[in-house]
């Protein structure tokens, strides 16, 4: 089945570096990618959807700045949070649609997610 | 502003008995509504979706929709200590796939 591979799943970083997170399809084509930010006992909140070859659009209130996704391909998605701070620490999860290689079925799979701790 | 509410819980029940767990939603455009399982640390499962009125039975699981009432409810049969998570309701109107996802009820089976 349609795989998403996110990784890290976990990373620690000072505060003031930049972090970066990869999604990658397999067996499917990627042509739109959604991040969302999970902080603890709350919803999935989603920040930006992105289209291969196009620019990200932001939800509102979520600044384009300072989390920056590129989806140059249609297998590899990056979100990188730049200058991070300990309020930025957060569950961070991909969600990637697109069609298997196989069947040919539209298919809508998450990436395992990727644990943030900014100190 | 579109919401989905839920109760955050926990819900407590034990091995066997029924779960029953709950979710209104605000926007009366949404047509398409889904049940998640999420496993702490872990990214959400789809368990089940559901699109017209009444009832769609997966297994053990069984989804209501009411739309009127703007409620979807889910059940679990004969609960297992495996079932113990978060259950995420979500919804979206059909074609968009930006999904408004409830804060999720924590279910408790015990054993």
């Known amino acids: 089945g349609a795989v998403v591979s996110q990784h890290p799943s976990r990373v620690i970083c000072k505060s003031g570096t930049s972090v970066k997170i990869e999604c990658r399809s397999l067996?499917?084509?990627?042509?739109?990618m959604f991040w969302y930010r999970q902080f603890p006992k709350k919803s999935l909140m989603l920040m930006a959807t992105s289209n291969e070859g196009s620019k990200a659009t932001y939800e509102q209130g979520v600044e384009k700045d300072k989390f920056l996704i590129n989806h140059a391909s249609l297998t590899l998605s990056t979100l990188t949070v730049t200058s991070a701070h300990p309020e930025d620490s957060s569950f961070y999860i991909c969600r990637a649609r697109g069609q298997d290689r196989a069947s040919g079925a539209w298919v809508l799979t998450f990436g395992a997610g990727s644990r943030l701790t900014v100190l | 502003q579109k919401e989905v509410e839920q109760n955050s819980g926990p819900l407590s029940v034990p091995e066997g008995a029924i779960a029953s767990l709950n979710c209104t939603y605000s926007?009366?455009?949404?047509?398409?509504f889904f049940w998640y399982r999420q496993y702490s640390g872990k990214s959400p499962e789809l368990i089940m979706s559901?699109?017209?009125?009444g009832d769609k039975e997966d297994g053990r699981f069984t989804a209501q929709l009411n739309k009127a009432s703007q409620y979807v409810s889910l059940l679990i049969r004969d609960s297992q200590p495996s079932d113990s998570a978060t259950y995420l309701c979500a919804a979206t109107t059909t074609g968009t796939y930006k999904y408004i996802f409830g804060t999720g009820t924590r279910l408790k089976v015990l054993a």
């Open positions: 926007d009366r455009v949404s047509q398409s």
């Open positions: 559901i699109y017209s009125n």
């Open positions: 067996d499917f084509q990627a042509t739109t």
